[in-house]
């Protein structure tokens, strides 16, 4: 899949112009000198009939261009809180090139809105290309910022639009949100009866709109401006070739196969979205195998290229985070103690440095420091720098997995000891078979990591086994060891007086051989070396015991997270992914790899937007990049 490198992101900072906010940058003002919540209230909620026309939905979902001072969002999230025939569940997805910091934020805000403001600068996120998700009101307001440009970004999101709002700065100075081409990717988002609303009349862009599929009339503007735009989607052409996407109609329960770190997050993602979740695992207790690893590490990755990895692993350990805050695991099973990744040379560490000032990475994020500074942050001399995760953590994966467990209360059964032989489609749901019983549900998530493909086809993908082993070691030598260390292996430091772990093996079932090395020495002996590489004169240390877990992988080494594709056979080769048919109900989540306390927590998101109907997560490229059909779809296009 061809995925796209984005554009780094560059904050705002806030001026003012005759008492009003202003942008530099495009020499404009942010909102009528009349009043940004009373031209809020005019223009863009009563230009979609809102509060109307949500009421009594499940879900509804804003789509806006310009978030700006957040005034727009703001005046949403109020008057869907003051309306008591609220939708359920309000979305608005708001697209920003140029974010302001929180302070300035809050400096903005209306008095009358305060509160709300608050609440938005205290989860505002760090000035990084693509989705953020801040929740509120318990996950029943969902603000997801898309920072980016819009003419990349518009294009790239996955969502069903109820109403849109147009408000970036005039054409005149900022022209690419008001290009015919945007708006016609608007367009493929709108859902039958969509709105828009605008303050904007300059003629092209009514003509865009038109010609993109609305119904366009000017009405009396607000406050200094005679005329502003309202307009209805009904296009009298085809103008995409598939729907966007629909809220989820039916009863809200799953199955879940798996009781790991990859179904517990799914079960946790479908629970806070109000479903009731059986768990199926084949062991007597939950974090098995891999998923009881006892010291693993959260953080990205960072690359030149910004390469899919790269993004996922940004987004999924932003998602972590967000997981781990409402969880609120306690230490030793979650320490924010910071990773520092360390370069293998010289050379790789300054092109480290180089990627992160060509991203824009702000320093929150990640920054680059040489040798001297990177064992001051480590409290032991290291050879070579690296780069610094300050928000990174060590994570101690079976706790978590249960926490996530836990965290679904009583919408969440768990049942030990079935091993699930197969999977039936009768009456509009799934039939999950094994020995001495059965359920069902409308909807399945396959989360049995290598074990998927037995229970459902998922065509070309190759998963295989790769065993990982981690070295326990006595902690006491390592104890001036500050934060976790990354590169060549990891180095985990012990915990209340717990073992240090280092590690971790990637090894390969023996060719010729039905297994694995069983011998523990050699990977000892591997984890050791592995300690002397990243120490470079480390302390002697103890050998106390060894974690051996199987990792799954796919070909590419991406997971697999999303439907699981159905019959292929009469498709051809100028197929794409939203043209291959797909097991109605039927999802899953696996090969997470050596990732998946990064990335397991965004994927079961992915997972439960994608069943919901909400807006994605991810942009288009990311999701297709993940997607299960990607193999046999690659095959396709080969005419194989």
């Not at 406050?223 to 989607?233: C, D, E, Q, T």
């Not at 479903?275 to 959260?298: F, I």
């Not at 000032?357 to 680059?368: D, F, I, M, R």
Request: proline fraction near 8%; hydrophobic fraction near 45%; include cysteine.
């Amino acid at each position: 899949m061809r995925v796209q490198r984005v554009r780094a992101i560059f904050p705002e900072p806030l001026a003012l112009r005759d008492g009003q906010p202003y942008s530099q940058r495009y020499d404009d003002v942010y909102a009528s000198s009349d009043g940004a919540l009373a031209q809020s209230r005019h223009v863009f909620l009563g230009g979609n009939a809102l509060p109307q026309r949500w009421q009594g939905r499940a879900q509804f979902v804003v789509l806006e261009v310009g978030f700006g001072l957040g005034t727009n969002f703001l005046a949403t999230w109020q008057a869907w809180r003051d309306d008591p025939q609220r939708c359920a569940r309000l979305h608005v997805v708001s697209v920003e090139l140029h974010p302001l910091a929180a302070r300035d934020l809050l400096a903005a805000v209306p008095a009358e809105l305060a509160p709300l403001g608050e609440e938005i600068a205290a989860r505002w996120p760090l000035a990084l290309s693509g989705l953020h998700r801040l929740q509120f009101e318990g996950g029943a307001v969902t603000l997801t910022l898309a920072l980016g440009d819009a003419a990349h970004l518009v294009p790239q999101l996955v969502l069903g639009a109820d109403a849109i709002y147009l408000d970036a700065f005039a054409p005149s100075r900022n022209p690419v949100p008001w290009q015919a081409t945007t708006l016609k990717a608007l367009a493929r988002l709108a859902r039958p009866g969509a709105t828009a609303a605008t303050w904007c009349v300059a003629a092209e862009v009514r003509t865009a709109l038109a010609q993109a599929g609305f119904d366009v009339q000017r009405v009396p503007g607000f406050g200094g401006k005679r005329h502003m735009l309202v307009s209805r989607f009904a296009p009298r052409w085809t103008v995409r070739r598939h729907p966007s996407p629909l809220p989820y109609v039916g009863e809200r329960r799953a199955l879940v196969v798996g009781a790991g770190l990859a179904g517990a997050a799914a079960a946790y993602a479908l629970t806070r979205r109000g479903w009731q979740v059986e768990v199926l695992e084949r062991c007597g207790a939950p974090a098995q195998g891999t998923s009881a690893l006892p010291a693993g590490l959260l953080h990205p990755q960072v690359t030149p290229d910004d390469s899919a990895l790269a993004r996922l692993s940004r987004a999924g350990f932003l998602c972590a985070l967000d997981w781990l805050e409402r969880l609120d695991l306690p230490a030793p099973s979650a320490r924010p103690m910071g990773v520092l990744q360390l370069a293998a040379d010289e050379d790789e560490r300054v092109a480290m440095q180089r990627a992160c000032v060509e991203l824009a990475l702000p320093t929150g994020y990640v920054h680059g420091v040489d040798a001297n500074a990177a064992s001051e942050i480590a409290g032991l001399p290291l050879r070579r720098g690296g780069l610094w995760f300050e928000r990174g953590q060590a994570i101690d994966a079976g706790a978590l997995t249960r926490a996530l467990l836990a965290a679904g209360g009583p919408r969440v059964r768990l049942h030990h000891g079935v091993e699930v032989q197969r999977l039936a489609r009768a009456d509009g749901a799934w039939e999950v078979h094994w020995a001495g019983g059965r359920a069902h549900a409308p909807v399945v998530v396959l989360a049995n990591a290598i074990d998927v493909p037995r229970l459902a086809s998922v065509p070309h993908a190759n998963l295989r086994p790769v065993r990982g082993r981690l070295s326990l070691l006595e902690a006491a030598p390592l104890g001036q060891l500050r934060c976790a260390l990354a590169g060549d292996g990891y180095l985990v430091p012990g915990a209340d007086g717990g073992v240090a772990a280092v590690g971790s093996t990637y090894e390969l079932e023996l060719p010729g051989s039905p297994g694995f090395d069983a011998d523990p020495q050699r990977a000892h002996e591997g984890n050791l070396a592995r300690l002397h590489r990243l120490l470079g004169a480390p302390p002697r240390v103890e050998v106390r015991g060894l974690f051996d877990g199987l990792r799954c992988v796919s070909e590419d080494r991406l997971p697999l997270a999303g439907a699981v594709p159905a019959d292929l056979r009469d498709l051809g080769p100028g197929a794409q992914l939203a043209d291959l048919p797909r097991q109605p109900g039927l999802a899953c989540l696996t090969a997470l790899g050596s990732r998946g306390l990064t990335l397991a927590p965004l994927m079961a998101e992915l997972i439960a937007a994608q069943i919901e109907g909400e807006p994605l997560p991810l942009e288009h490229d990311l999701v297709a990049a993940v997607d299960p059909a990607r193999f046999a779809l690659q095959r396709l296009r080969r005419g194989r």
